[in-house]
């Protein structure tokens, strides 16, 4: 018997958060070891967990920003993450009520996944009085990602829990990812673009890995032209050197669209960006659909924004800083 929640999201301001974010460039590739940036956006996950019937599966609520109740992407995926997170936290019969608010659309590449798993690995700590490091919190975040993704590279995790710019690296070594901090001179202002198409990113990284191990050269080959660009993107964003990261964005955009990542929406997006004054723009994350970047140029994002508005296509404001 499932209890039934209640009709209105509860008030308070209370819970965990984790982060959304962006890849500026190098996703797909870092799951095969090469190098990728990415960045946390204004955008969060926020869950708060109380306790529920012990023995009880996880009651979970998703609510709208309006204060509606919405709709999982998948309500499979939520129990076995929220039972994984009970389960590594020792409380594998507890049972947990859990109240997800989101500001981030789901399934559009911009990690709604990984933040939703740190803001529950948080929530359910802080109700059990469990203290975790952030590290303990992306490592269990990372094997919730396993559960949505398949083969994740720890990228998501890492930015949802940590919430600052990375240049990543996933490494098998016990030491465990290399991920330093990017700093800017100054904010880089980003507009993200949403296709309105909801895409898997376990979808798209399973395409990619079918097209690899039936050609690894080939495909190693663009994955080590990626890695390049990243290296040279991560110099770029440390002197605030926004034409050539865009430009970097736009070569990462045409090695994504080698890898079959892009889509009709994402490529026009891209189009009527650059028009607009865009110095660079690609997709993000996983593609098939999902979300496209633009970094501005001297006329500012207002010009991108009114231009993907006027194509129909709904736009955030972000910083990298
Ligand atoms: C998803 O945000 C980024 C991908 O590279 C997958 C991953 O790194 O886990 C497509």
Known sequence: ?????????????????????????????VVYGRRAIAAPIGLTVRAEVGRGTPGQAPIITDWDADGSVQEPISADVSHRVATLIAARLGLPQSGVRVDVFSELPRASGLGASAAFAVALIRATAECFSIRLSDEQVSSLAFECEKIVHGTPSGIDNTVATFGRPILFKKTDAPSGHEIRDIVTPNPIPIVIGLTGMHALTSHTVAAVRAAWQQRPA?????????????????????RGDTVELGELMNINQGLLNALQVSSPELEQMVAIARRAGALGAKLTGGGGGGAMIAVAGSAGAEPIRAALRGAGYTTYLTEIR
Do not use: C, N, W
Not at 9 to 28: D, F, N, R, T
Not at 227 to 236: F, R
């Open 218 to 238: 080939r495909y190693d080959a663009i994955f080590d032209q990626i890695d390049s660009l990243v290296g040279e993107g991560a110099d770029a964003l440390r």
């Open 1 to 29: 018997v499932t209890a039934m929640p209640p009709t209105r999201a509860p008030q308070g301001a209370g819970g965990h958060v984790g982060y959304g974010k962006i890849i500026l460039l190098g996703e797909h590739s």
